[in-house]
């Protein structure tokens, strides 16, 4: 069998994205309330878990502790879209949880972008 978990997250963070067109509403500085979600699967470890959530938790804190309250352009060496939000998250996450399958970055109530392994 294959179980897959999920916790989710939050932060407030800044960017634009100066590469659009004059005129985009996007290329000026404005904020989001994002929220990420990261999944993991695989088979049930001896405790009963594919991951602990405590697990999830402690390897989200500096990227939580990073991005909130911030200009994520002055941070990110690579264009702030959500996509490229989700792979750097994906990337950093990967190394201390290797069951990662998935993360989901929520810019709005209704946009989702989803980085799969």
């Known amino acids: 069998m294959k179980?897959?978990?999920s916790k989710r997250f939050s932060f407030e963070a800044a960017h634009?994205?100066?590469f659009l067109p004059a005129g985009h509403k996007c290329r000026n500085v404005?904020?989001?309330s994002y929220v990420v979600?990261?999944?993991c699967s695989g088979p049930l470890?001896?405790?009963g878990f594919v991951v602990d959530y405590a697990e999830i938790s402690a390897a989200m804190r500096p990227l939580l502790d990073r991005f909130d309250h911030q200009n994520l352009n002055e941070i990110l060496t690579v264009p702030t879209?959500?996509?490229n939000i989700g792979r750097v998250i994906f990337e950093e996450l990967a190394v201390v949880?290797?069951?990662l399958c998935r993360v989901d970055v929520r810019?709005?109530?209704r946009c989702c972008a989803r980085i799969e392994r």
Do not use: K, N, Q, Y
């Open 45 to 47: 470890d001896a405790r």
């Open 97 to 99: 949880l290797p069951s």
């Open 3 to 5: 179980f897959t978990v």
């Open 16 to 18: 634009s994205l100066p």
């Open 107 to 109: 810019e709005t109530a």
């Open 37 to 39: 979600e990261i999944h």
């Open 30 to 32: 404005h904020g989001h």
């Open 81 to 83: 879209t959500a996509e």
